[in-house]
């Protein structure tokens, strides 16, 4: 395969809303290679889908998910017309045709031990990656369970040989990043996924340009996030391993 592997950021959500099953039945339609949710816990204890800290930009409510149940939580959705799901069913709907990328939103080690419950009560362990942002996260993952791949969602100015060291499979870079020391001493040498757009670009995270997806395909690197995977896989339906 002469292109990076296609990740579809928040599923397919050039076309649907994030982080709906939709979405993530519409980029695994599209070709994506992996699909990427987002992880939250709720005040009762249950792993969501969602990438913000409450619902006010995709339901109009401010109620954080933190403190709110899950619920709450689906009845505020509801009322917008979304349907909020759980991390259980996100990976139920993407896992049997692709792998999932888990993006961890909070940098605690509960929710690590939440996420890794819903892994191992689907017996999912060889299907999903976790993207943590937080060194200790790492080596929990990793201590908990045995062998789950981890990618760095490098913070900035972070120590990339800090997550190497706790256990971490592959490193995320931004594309606005890309000329940067960190990117400069990764490239080539370990692993590394791209998210487009975001700092630097003046694109939403997600969303590329084709001067912008040319800069990070020169770059060569393992894996591309970004919210339309048609850009990378145009729409030729086919099932990854």
């Known amino acids: 395969m002469n292109r990076p592997l296609v990740i579809a950021h928040r599923g397919h959500?050039?076309?649907?809303?994030?982080?709906?099953?939709?979405?993530?039945?519409?980029?695994?339609?599209?070709?994506?290679?992996?699909?990427e949710t987002d992880a939250r816990l709720t005040a009762d204890g249950v792993v969501i889908?969602?990438?913000?800290?409450?619902?006010?930009?995709l339901?109009?409510?401010?109620?954080?998910?933190?403190?709110?149940?899950?619920?709450?939580?689906?009845?505020i959705a509801r009322s917008s017309g979304i349907r909020l799901a759980t991390l259980?069913?996100?990976?139920?709907?993407?896992?049997?045709?692709?792998?999932?990328?888990?993006?961890?939103?909070?940098?605690?080690?509960?929710?690590i031990n939440a996420v890794i419950a819903v892994i191992d009560g689907a017996g999912l362990r060889d299907r999903v990656w976790i993207?943590?942002?937080?060194?200790?996260?790492?080596?929990?993952?990793?201590?908990?369970?045995?062998?789950?791949?981890?990618?760095?969602?490098?913070?900035?100015?972070?120590?990339?040989?800090?997550?190497?060291?706790?256990?971490?499979?592959?490193?995320?870079?931004?594309?606005?990043g890309l000329d940067g020391t960190v990117a400069t001493g990764l490239l080539g040498h370990v692993p590394v996924w791209v998210t487009a757009g975001g700092s630097g670009t003046?694109?939403?995270?997600?969303?590329?340009?084709?001067?912008?997806l040319a800069a990070i395909l020169e770059k060569s690197p393992q894996a591309v996030?970004?919210?339309?995977p048609d850009l990378l896989v145009g729409t030729q339906n086919r099932v990854a391993s």
């Open 225 to 228: 996030l970004l919210n339309d």
């Open 88 to 111: 259980a069913e996100a990976l139920a709907a993407i896992c049997p045709h692709r792998q999932a990328l888990i993006d961890v939103k909070t940098q605690d080690l509960t929710i």
């Open 13 to 35: 959500s050039a076309g649907y809303p994030e982080n709906t099953l939709e979405a993530y039945r519409a980029a695994i339609a599209a070709g994506a290679d992996l699909v």
């Open 131 to 176: 993207g943590v942002r937080d060194v200790l996260q790492v080596a929990h993952a990793r201590l908990q369970m045995p062998g789950i791949r981890v990618l760095a969602f490098l913070p900035d100015r972070a120590n990339p040989d800090h997550f190497a060291a706790a256990g971490a499979s592959a490193f995320r870079i931004w594309e606005g």
């Open 59 to 75: 339901a109009g409510s401010t109620a954080a998910i933190a403190t709110t149940t899950h619920a709450e939580l689906a009845t």
């Open 49 to 57: 889908a969602a990438h913000d800290p409450d619902l006010a930009r």
């Open 202 to 212: 003046g694109r939403r995270v997600g969303d590329v340009d084709a001067d912008g």
